[in-house]
């Protein structure tokens, strides 16, 4: 067998089956989250699963049930899939600068997990995020003045008697911890639906934050 036809056969072998409504129907929250924690595992240690994308996209043309939804930060350094070794079909993904929740958001979150039975809402920050830093620094610049106003009430609710400013990296990561931890409510206060799918088990809502430098997500509680 030849190098080349060894590495196709490779790649045959590393097609991932799409989940299905009964599989899905099967998971529960914390299994999902069991999921990403081991994905991520695997991102930061370099050991990604290698995708036949070409395969899955034809698999999960007809229909898709995600394991969950990701609100996270349009940073381009935080990869969503990537980062939660996560192939076609698994994720449904939201991303707004600041990872924070709208009308739009909340209905995509209902969608995701009322409509298409998702499991998770993981809200994902992110270390060094440039929302964060703009909104600490009050930022205004067209229609980037609105969107930091969404994310200002963090920057308020973090109590530092130093430095306020972007130049200091954990008053940063403090307003970044808790503006994910204040979404997570607002999920709870502004969605009555998706509260009751919590209280009710269907669902769970977590934060966590990604590492830029080592790759790896802390999940709020461990």
């Known amino acids: 067998m030849t190098e080349e036809s060894s590495i196709n056969v490779q790649r045959e ?4 089956k799409v989940l299905t ?3 899905q129907d099967r998971l529960t929250p914390a299994a999902v989250i ?3 924690k081991q994905g991520n595992a695997r ?3 370099g050991d990604v ?3 036949n994308h070409v395969a899955q996209v034809r698999m999960a043309a007809a229909s898709q049930f995600p394991k969950a939804i990701v609100l996270s930060c349009v940073d381009s350094r935080v990869p969503v899939e990537d980062v939660f ?4 079909g698994d994720l449904f993904v939201a991303r707004v600068a600041g990872n924070f929740v709208n009308t739009d958001i909340l209905g995509s979150m209902e969608f995701a997990c009322k409509v ?3 499991k998770l809402i993981l809200v994902l920050g992110h270390q060094h995020c440039g929302a964060v830093k703009s909104a600490v620094d009050a930022v205004e610049l067209g229609n980037i003045t609105a969107m930091l106003s969404k994310i200002r009430p963090a920057v308020e609710a973090v109590e530092e008697g130093g430095d306020r400013s972007s130049a200091n990296d954990d008053f940063v990561h403090r307003v970044a911890t808790h503006n994910v931890e204040r979404n997570i409510e607002r ?3 502004e969605s009555p639906i998706l509260r009751e799918m919590e209280e009710n088990g269907e669902i769970a809502i977590v934060g966590g934050m990604y590492s830029l430098e080592t790759g790896k997500v802390t999940f709020f509680g461990d």
């Open 85 to 88: 070794d996560r192939g076609i």
């Open 116 to 118: 298409s039975g998702s």
């Open 49 to 51: 699963t290698l995708r």
């Open 43 to 45: 991102f930061a240690n």
């Open 21 to 23: 409504k009964e599989e």
């Open 13 to 16: 072998g590393l097609v991932e």
């Open 187 to 189: 999920i709870r206060e």
């Open 34 to 36: 069991d999921l990403l």
